[in-house]
């Protein structure tokens, strides 16, 4: 499969949207009721026409925000592309994560809905009761009223094409709030298609044989971004699918790759872990047409992606398929690409060394103190990397490790009605990613998150080693564990670890507990201070579903944690 150069010119998305309306490529929403159903993109193009004249009737158009909230469908998929070509800006909000969680829900959403000085705020019907209309509210419209036959919706030839500028608002990001509360990163048009062109010349998308699947949730970048608006934009086959469709049988996810021939997809590397046991169940499966399956919104483990390789090999899976990137929000979506067909390479370091001297020496894989890392690629088209000292912005040298810092086309200009927080993410034009980081060959290793470092007798302890120890043992949830440090714990009054673990319905307490404390002293050379194991759908979590080990380390410091512990 060869990479096709016939990329859009454009710079920005309606004009991108117009000429890439192909009758012959189409988007399939594979749990659609009813069965799949296949929507060519010029059929979607007419409706999102139809639908944005009736934003415009009601005077949205461009610097205004439109707030969009409903599972993934095609109303949703057609309301993201009307609120384009209407003009305005996309604000696709989170859904709620878990059950018992709609108070918390309805007032995060109002405040997104606040922050983002939303002109409209269309709402799927089944949610439209939850998110009532107050005084001074914007308006509220369900999604059911945007079909034809309503009065809001006059035709596709009411529309006008809006003029649209390069710094024009596309989208507000709201950031994971996995360390912070979130924030609506500004994407204007321009910043959006110069991700679109790295990302289509990183992963090299063949713009006439590309069958993308996906079942990321549209109020994440990733999903956004690298599966829906990149396939729009470059008239590409997409496979849609709801994150609640994957959660529910992780093993569809496969299928459907078979089932369509999909040649790229991508999750995070909880997914493939949850598909490295499905796939052992699993038969009759052809994922040879797999090009790139990228591996990115989260930590990258290889032992995960190793197993995960190891179970599709037998399915047709190439290796080389594997993509291990890095991205964030504030750039639009990718940061760092690896070569294509390449596989995951990896780099062993010495955990001891990496922890004490912030260095990143090497060591054998079966060294005592042997800590791999996925090694990331480099910078995507239109950016430039930097490793630096967090204190001082002094340049690091090679794998010494230091803040990363990015800039370049791809990079929002800060946070929507934020100046203080976009003066304090931006160091002389560098954005501050918050994450350690170091470079080996030109190639992007991320070690963790600034905020989360666990310091404890001098070292600098890293929350995954920990979490990745314990997550293994056989009685803990897979995926549910949080490691923080305190400065003060409540019995010693010492500095110490805290691990907190969701358990499953089996579990002996006692014995766990004992084992979590041995993993963990065998893993990084001490004890936790405390043990906390809680009921599964306690911690918590993000809309994309990241761990919130900032806000966990506050419920526990409150005792709120332990109302939960057996």
């Given at each position: 499969m060869g990479f096709v150069q016939s990329l859009p010119t454009q710079n920005n998305l309606v004009d991108r949207i117009r000429e890439r309306a192909r009758p012959d490529r189409a988007i399939t929403f594979v749990t659609a009721p009813g069965g799949p159903q296949r929507v060519s993109w010029a059929e979607i193009h007419e409706d999102a026409k139809a639908m944005a004249a009736s934003f415009q009737a009601r005077g949205v158009g461009p610097g205004h925000q439109v707030a969009l909230l409903g599972p993934t469908s095609r109303p949703l998929v057609t309301a993201i592309q009307a609120t384009w070509l209407a003009g305005a800006a996309v604000v696709v909000l989170p859904l709620p994560m878990r059950l018992g969680s709609l108070d918390q829900f309805v007032e995060a959403t109002r405040q997104r809905i606040a922050n983002a000085r939303t002109s409209l705020v269309v709402v799927d019907a089944d949610l439209a009761a939850f998110i009532?209309?107050?005084?001074?509210?914007?308006?509220?419209?369900?999604?059911?009223?945007?079909?034809p036959g309503k009065p809001w919706y006059p035709g596709a030839d009411a529309w006008n094409p809006p003029t649209i500028q390069p710094d024009s608002l596309a989208a507000l990001q709201f950031t994971s709030g996995s360390t912070?509360?979130?924030?609506?990163?500004?994407?204007?048009?321009?910043?959006?298609?110069?991700?679109?062109?790295?990302?289509?010349?990183?992963a090299r998308i063949d713009t006439e044989a590309e069958v993308c699947v996906s079942w990321l949730p549209l109020y994440h970048d990733m999903g956004l971004i690298g599966l829906f608006t990149a396939p729009m934009t470059l008239g590409l086959e997409l496979v849609l699918a709801a994150p609640q469709d994957f959660v529910a049988a992780p093993g569809r996810w496969m299928q459907w790759m078979s089932d369509y021939r999909g040649t790229a997809s991508?999750?995070?590397?909880f997914a493939y872990a949850l598909c490295a046991r499905a796939l052992t169940?699993?038969?009759?499966?052809?994922?040879?047409?797999?090009?790139?399956?990228?591996n990115g919104a989260e930590p990258v483990d290889p032992t995960t992606v190793e197993a995960f390789v190891s179970a599709a090999i037998p399915h047709g899976l190439n290796p080389g398929a594997v993509f291990c990137a890095f991205g964030m929000a504030e750039a639009c979506l990718a940061v760092a690409f690896p070569p294509v067909g390449r596989g995951m390479l990896t780099d062993c370091v010495d955990r001891d060394v990496l922890e004490t001297n912030r260095y990143a020496a090497v060591v054998a894989a079966d060294h005592v103190n042997a800590r791999r890392f996925a090694k990331l690629g480099g910078a995507v088209n239109g950016l430039e990397l930097?490793?630096?000292?967090?204190?001082?912005?002094?340049?690091?040298?090679?794998?010494?490790v230091g803040e990363l810092q990015i800039r370049g086309t791809s990079v929002t200009p800060g946070y929507f009605d934020r100046p203080d927080a976009t003066a304090a993410t931006f160091d002389d034009g560098w954005l501050r990613t918050g994450d350690l980081a170091y470079l080996v060959d030109g190639e992007l290793v991320v070690c963790g998150?600034?905020?989360?470092?666990?310091?404890?007798?001098?070292?600098?302890?890293?929350?995954?080693?920990?979490?990745?120890?314990?997550?293994?043992?056989?009685?803990?949830?897979?995926?549910?564990?949080?490691?923080?440090?305190?400065?003060?714990?409540?019995?010693?009054?010492?500095e110490g670890l805290v691990v907190v673990a969701e358990t499953r319905p089996d579990a002996q307490l006692d014995a766990l507990r004992s084992e979590v404390s041995r993993t963990v002293r065998e893993s990084i050379g001490f004890s936790p201070a405390e043990v906390v194991l809680?009921?599964?759908?306690?911690?918590?979590?993000?809309?994309?579903?990241?761990?919130?080990?900032?806000?966990c380390r506050s419920l526990y410091e409150a005792d709120d944690l332990l109302l939960s512990e057996f």
């Open positions: 009532d209309a107050r005084p001074g509210d914007p308006p509220i419209v369900s999604l059911a009223d945007l079909v912070a509360d979130p924030k609506g990163v500004m994407l204007p048009h321009a910043t959006v298609c110069s991700n679109l062109d790295a990302i289509a010349i990183g991508a999750a995070p590397n169940r699993m038969d009759g499966l052809d994922l040879s047409a797999w090009k790139v399956g990228l930097r490793i630096v000292d967090p204190a001082d912005s002094q340049m690091m040298g090679e794998r010494e998150r600034i905020k989360d470092m666990i310091i404890v007798g001098g070292r600098n302890v890293f929350p995954e080693d920990v979490e990745r120890a314990v997550g293994v043992i056989g009685s803990v949830r897979t995926g549910n564990v949080i490691a923080f440090g305190i400065a003060e714990h409540r019995r010693s009054g010492r809680v009921q599964a759908g306690t911690l918590p979590k993000t809309s994309s579903g990241k761990l919130q080990r900032g806000l």
